[in-house]
Each structure stands twice: as structure tokens, then as C-alpha cells.
């Protein structure tokens, strides 16, 4: 699919009304999400695509914008069967705010599908302060009509930035270890799909156990780790082509891995001689920089968004435990002292939290803290809830969560610890890893 280009002109956007503006308030919990109608978009003409007429896709895009919205926690949208009015092309330029307030509805959000002449399509978003009766966002998005979903993800992105003040997070994607088989017997291969479950492929055979999938910035490569051949090693994956290539030629086993912020270097553990600490692999010089050298293990490396500093885990004092180093590691000091064991650190694209897994009286939980160690607290306190992972922005923490059945399924929490969410997938489920805001 093409990137999706915003339009240059829609229309002359008129100005902003000049009171404050409606905004959901982030840090006041979630216990009261906004009422919000998303009626289905208006057919722009009453052509077909191949992906169905306009009239078919601007039903599913409300539907997906509506879902995305719900999914935050912040926002509740209105069922369509109490909608008084219906919204032609002519009402999405000039809502009936009277209509829309006798259903609740503090914001508005409509728009329009049109067909090209090339085939693809143009989705036209807009957003309205219902009781204010003003506008507050519109956007057009042209892309195939195949990527009719992508364009809904990025109104809806666009509603939520405008409403909460912060960047949104649906148009993204999420990779995972895909599980089936026996507890003995597991056959895991890589899967990846749209945050909402959307679009769910496979992109290895599960003939080689893999683990640990991260997605590179540029969204077009994902490091992991594979048993071929029952050599543990990293390996990169190229999307759209399928290319797999091993990572170095090492001698010992390699595993763990992750991009730094700018894609040039992965950082990852290698086991040698008994030891196992954190390395920098250039990718374009391949040039291997050891960056821990204690006993123990050191692994779990992430890089702070600036990429001057790693946070890892280890087990160097005798438990494992939280430290964090500059990039080229020095300065190492440890940050966890909470109660229980502390692993699989990572750091939030914000900078402001470090997510990790809580280990302790027979029980994993996802927790945050400061990158100094400071505002220690626990989101959730399951059997096993592991692998965190954060949403582009910072908002939401994506993870494993396993049971005594020996099933295992992806989760999401908000940075509360409210909002808690099961992600579907076909398959049981682990080591999720949240990508970047497409491009």
C-alpha cells in the first residue's frame, strides 16, 4: 500500500472557536469516558471500489474509528440505534447540534468516502464540540481503497490527539509469538497484525522456535531470536520480502534483542564462557562492542527514547534486578528495590517510565517506575503477566498474560492501571511488541 497522504485542502477550514476547547482530562482517571456518536460516514458518491461502495466502507470506518475510541477508555461511543438523525453529505459541513445533544453526545465525529478516479479512495474526517457547536479537527486521507482501515486508524488518531492534547496510537501494528502445541511440545512462530487485530498474517512456519520479536523505528524490519538448527542466535526479519538473516557469525549463544532509537545498532546478549552480558552490534559495520563485563546475567537491554543510556536487567547482586547504564556503558547503577524480582525492562517512547515485570510470591505483574528508580507502582497483578510493551505514545502498556491452564493471550492496560483489555488472536499468545506510528 502507498503511504497514506493528508490532503492538501479539503475546504477552507474556518477558525476555531475561540472558548476552550473540549478535552478529555487524561489524569483524571477513567471512570467517566466522553459520550461520543460516530455515525457511519456519508458515501462522497455512490461509486463501488474493490473494496466495496463508498456507502459499505463509510460504515466500516465508523465502526473502526468507534472501536478505537472505545479501546482507550476515555471515550463512550453512542449506540447508532439511539441516533435521531442521519448524516448525508450535506450534514457533515453543518451538523444538527440540536439532534446530537439530545442524545448525550459531547463530540461529534463524521466525515465522508469517495471513490477516485484511480481506484482509490479519499476518507474525510471530521470533528465537532456537539454543545459548543464548533469544529474542532478535520482531515482528509487518500490511500487505496484496500487501506480503507489504515485511514479510519489515523481519524481516529487524529480525534484522540485533538481531544486529549496527546499523539494517538491506532494506526500501528503489533508483532507476536504466535503458540500452539503442547506444554512439552510448543511450536511458536512469528505473527504480526494491526492493533486491533486487523490484518493478522503469519511470517514464519514455526518449524524454528523464536522468541522476543522487536520492531526496528522504520517499521520495516523486526529483530528476534531463533532456534535454527538448536542454535540459539538473532535474527533479522525484513517485512514485504520475508528475508530472514542471522545476526553476526558469534560463538556463543546471542538472544535478547533490540533496535537502538536511530536503527543503526542493536543491542542483545551473548553468552561466552559461562558469562552472559549485553553487546552493541553495528548493522552497517558490524563492528561488536561489549558493554557489560560483571558475573551473572546481564540481558533485557532498552534503550531511553535520546539513546544515551540502556536500561537492563540482571542478576548480579543476587537477584534479578533493574540497573541502567549510559550508551556506552558506564555509569552502571541499579534502579529496582522493590519487593520481589524486577525483569524485562523497557523503556516508554515518552521517556518518563520505565515499564518491567514484578516477579514475586508466585506471581508476575506489569509495573512503572521512573527511570531513576523512583514512583515504583504495579499495574496489574495476574498468574503471569509478563513481556510489557508500550503503545507509540507512551499511553498504553501492551503484555503476555499467562494461566495455570497453560493458555496465554495479549492484554493491554492503560498507564493508570485502569482500562484493563484482552487483545484476540487466533492463537495463544506472547512476547508482544508494539510498533511505532506507521508512516
Not at 473494496?51 to 466500516?60: F, P
Not at 478505537?68 to 442521519?86: E, H
Not at 520492531?215 to 529483530?223: D, E, K, L, S
Amino acid at each position: 500500500m502507498r503511504p497514506i497522504l493528508l490532503l492538501a485542502v479539503l475546504a477552507a477550514a474556518p477558525a476555531l472557536a475561540q472558548s476552550a476547547p473540549l478535552r478529555v482530562d487524561i489524569n483524571a482517571g477513567l471512570m467517566a469516558p466522553m459520550p461520543i456518536a460516530v455515525p457511519a460516514f456519508a458515501p462522497g458518491n455512490g461509486a463501488s471500489t474493490e473494496a466495496g461502495t463508498t456507502t459499505q466502507l463509510g460504515e466500516r470506518a465508523a465502526q473502526v474509528i468507534a472501536n478505537d475510541l472505545k479501546s482507550s477508555g476515555l471515550f463512550k461511543p453512542i449506540d447508532p440505534a439511539a441516533f435521531t438523525t442521519a448524516v448525508g453529505i450535506d450534514d457533515v459541513l453543518k451538523p444538527d447540534f440540536p439532534a446530537w445533544r439530545t442524545v448525550a453526545a459531547q463530540a461529534l465525529v463524521t466525515g465522508t468516502v469517495s471513490a477516485n478516479p484511480d481506484g482509490g479512495i479519499t476518507l474525510a474526517c471530521y470533528a465537532y464540540d456537539v454543545f459548543a457547536g464548533t469544529e474542532i479537527a478535520r482531515q482528509g486521507f487518500v490511500t487505496t481503497a484496500a487501506g480503507w482501515r489504515r485511514a479510519a486508524h489515523k481519524c481516529a488518531d487524529l480525534v484522540y490527539s485533538r481531544l486529549t492534547g496527546e499523539a494517538g496510537y491506532f494506526d500501528s501494528r503489533i508483532v507476536y509469538v504466535a503458540e500452539t502445541g503442547p506444554r512439552t511440545k510448543r511450536i511458536k512462530r512469528l505473527a504480526i497484525m494491526d492493533q486491533d487485530g486487523a490484518g493478522h498474517r503469519f511470517l514464519t512456519s514455526g518449524q524454528n522456535l523464536v522468541l522476543t520479536p522487536r520492531f526496528a523505528p522504520g517499521q520495516q524490519t523486526i529483530t528476534y531470536m531463533s532456534f535454527e538448527n538448536n542454535r540459539p542466535r538473532v535474527w533479522l526479519y525484513t517485512l514485504g520480502s520475508g528475508r530472514q538473516e542471522a545476526v553476526g557469525a558469534f560463538t556463543g549463544m546471542t538472544f535478547a534483542p533490540r533496535f537502538s532509537p536511530d536503527g543503526q545498532n542493536l543491542v542483545f546478549s551473548m553468552a561466552v564462557g559461562g558469562n552472559t552480558d549485553i553487546y552493541r552490534f553495528n548493522l552497517a559495520t558490524r563492528a561488536t562492542t561489549r558493554l557489560t563485563t560483571g558475573p551473572g546475567i546481564d540481558t533485557s537491554p532498552s534503550y531511553s527514547p535520546d539513546g544515551t543510556k540502556i536500561v537492563f536487567e540482571s542478576d548480579r547482586g543476587g537477584s534479578q534486578q533493574l540497573y541502567v547504564m549510559n550508551a556506552d556503558g558506564s555509569g552502571q547503577s541499579r534502579i529496582s528495590f522493590g519487593d520481589g524480582r524486577s525483569a524485562s525492562p523497557v523503556w516508554s517512547p515518552r521517556g518518563d517510565y520505565i515499564a518491567f515485570t514484578r516477579i514475586g510470591g508466585g506471581r508476575f505483574g506489569i509495573g512503572v517506575m521512573r527511570p531513576d528508580g523512583s514512583g515504583e507502582r504495579l499495574l496489574t497483578n495476574g498468574y503471569q503477566d509478563e513481556s510489557p510493551s508500550w503503545s507509540p505514545n507512551g499511553r498504553v502498556i501492551l503484555f503476555a498474560r499467562g494461566y495455570r491452564s497453560g493458555k496465554s493471550g495479549l492484554w493491554s492496560v492503560d498507564i493508570s492501571g485502569l482500562n484493563e483489555r484482552s487483545i484476540a488472536t487466533p492463537l495463544d499468545a506472547s512476547d508482544p511488541a508494539w510498533s511505532p506510528l506507521l508512516p
